[in-house]
């Protein structure tokens, strides 16, 4: 009897079928050819081993983070009698190492292995952690002391910065890379949700002190998460240059690439006048709704939803960022940040709160987003050491204009004045750089490319060849 045979491509497109059946029967869709459909882009990202570790360990350590930074305004509070300025001074040293030594970051992200750099760095800051929660519990805590420790901690966060925002490229490559972002933002916004609320209930229970502890080792799940990933599968650059690392170098990149001249202006612009939600909102909700610390909370946890929102989307983007989507992203946030201040009651503002906060996300991933896939392997750490100190270092200019602009106009109007300078500066800045992008190309004349000479079998110039060569052209050309 002769049986029948299957070719090659039915039988794969068969067995594709058959594995697609799931325990309840149902099918998953399948591609021609014979291959599944991931689920989605953000589940397909987790997949590899050494980014999933490495983001529950930055989820780990984040939320650690924001706890510590919360017990911290309060031990200042409670050690300086409810000083608001202490808090104030306190913050300012704590980020004011992000303007000094931010660019300094990206040269050292470029000049040394990134896996290892972000182990010294992340090492530093648990010992900090570990410093201010032994002085604390023991009683031997002061003013200074907190403040040194501060300063300390925003100088290894300003070196660590470049290189664990660089670091995310190497672990999943160019193809996964704006997905990254978004699930390494998603952890973000669930680590500033979860931290404040955490370190309150630790606090009343056990005070401050035990908090920098828990703190200092949540660092040991990021430290882990490092160690464990095995260097031979980074998508890290081959060829490593680290003798000629000039900053410089960087801004002259930045300045002749328009699509790192965009993101990097536009960032610039709504960093300093668009991302100052912590002023603003809680303005709004004292001067304007008369409302206490609760309904704040309200109003923030409203905005941090639609941020995690917001970057669960993006994972799941297939399609990688364009200029047209981060100007169509930004117009979009001024739009309704300027609304927000329109809106005529409490429960009106915080729903708008939801898409806003969903907006602003959508901005900051695709600007990362465009600016890492766009800079150079070898130059990244320093490029996004410029895009950070330009979204950071907005803000101790714009949050007291944004203050200014609340003294003298009304809250309100500082949410109308800051979305329409984020709107019209993407519209402006596009219309600017696509104009002088073009101009710079048609200005450009076209360089004619001269053959290389003939040489013969020994590697030396002969010039009866090129006397042949020039011979055959006349020739060709008659």
């Known amino acids: 009897m002769h049986r029948r045979v299957r070719s090659s491509e039915s039988t794969k497109t068969l067995r594709a079928r058959l594995a697609a059946l799931d325990v309840g029967g149902r099918h998953r869709r399948v591609r021609r050819g014979g291959k599944r459909r991931a689920p989605s882009e953000a589940l397909a990202t987790l997949r590899a081993r050494d980014f999933r570790r490495y983001l529950i360990g930055q989820l780990v350590s984040n939320t650690g983070t924001w706890m510590q930074r919360a017990a911290q305004d309060l031990l200042v ?3 300086t009698g409810n000083s608001g300025s202490a808090v104030g001074v306190l913050t300012a040293l704590q980020f004011l190492p992000q303007t000094l030594f931010g660019l300094s970051g990206g040269v050292f992200a470029d000049r040394f292995t990134k896996r290892r750099l972000l ?12 410093v201010l929660g ?24 300003a070196l660590d910065n470049p290189a664990r925002n660089a670091f995310v490229s190497e ?3 160019s193809q996964r890379l704006a997905n990254a972002v978004s699930l390494n933002s998603a952890q ?22 035990p908090v920098f502890l828990i703190n200092a080792a949540s660092y040991l799940a990021v430290l882990y998460g490092l160690i464990v990933i095995r260097e031979d599968e980074l998508h890290a650059p081959k060829e490593k240059n680290r003798g000629n690392i000039r900053l410089s170098d960087a801004f002259r990149v930045i300045r002749g690439t328009p699509e790192l001249l965009l993101p990097i202006t536009v960032i610039a612009f709504v960093g300093t006048f668009g991302f100052n939600f912590q002023v603003t909102i809680s303005l709004i909700a004292i001067t304007v709704f008369n409302s206490g ?15 995690l929102i917001g970057a669960l989307r993006g994972a799941g983007r297939r399609r990688p960022p364009t200029a047209r989507r981060l100007v169509t992203a930004t117009v979009v946030f001024g739009t309704l940040e300027a609304l927000a201040g329109l809106m005529p009651g409490y429960g009106t503002f915080l729903l708008i709160l939801l898409p806003t906060g969903l907006a602003s996300v959508t901005v900051m991933t695709t600007a990362n987003a465009m600016t890492q896939l766009n800079a150079d392997p070898s130059m990244r750490g320093r490029i996004l050491s410029v895009y950070l100190l330009v979204l950071l270092g907005g803000t101790p200019v714009g949050a007291p204009l944004v203050g ?51 040489i013969g079998i020994d590697g030396r110039f002969h010039p009866e060849s090129a006397a042949q060569c020039v011979a055959s052209r006349t020739r060709r050309s008659a």
Do not use: C, K
Not at 188 to 209: C, E, K, Q, S
Not at 417 to 435: C, D, F, P, Q
Not at 441 to 452: N, R
């Open 119 to 130: 182990i010294v760095t992340q090492s530093a800051m648990g010992v900090q952690s570990l």
């Open 188 to 209: 973000f916004n669930v680590a500033r949700a979860i931290g404040p609320a955490a370190a309150g209930l630790a606090v009343a229970a056990a005070d401050t002190g």
């Open 77 to 79: 509070l409670h050690l």
């Open 134 to 157: 032994v002085l604390t519990v023991t009683g031997a805590v002061s003013l200074w002391a907190v403040y040194v420790l501060a300063f300390l901690l925003g100088t290894a966060t």
């Open 404 to 454: 200014l602009v609340s003294d003298s106009l009304g809250a309100r109007f500082s949410l109308i004045l800051g979305g329409a300078i984020s709107a019209v500066a993407a519209v402006g800045l596009s219309a600017v750089i696509t104009t002088r992008s073009r101009t710079t190309q048609e200005s450009t004349p076209l360089t004619a490319v001269a053959s290389p000479p003939p």
């Open 293 to 307: 610390s609760a309904a704040y909370g309200y109003l923030s946890a409203a905005y941090a939803v639609g941020s």
């Open 171 to 173: 672990l999943v490559g």
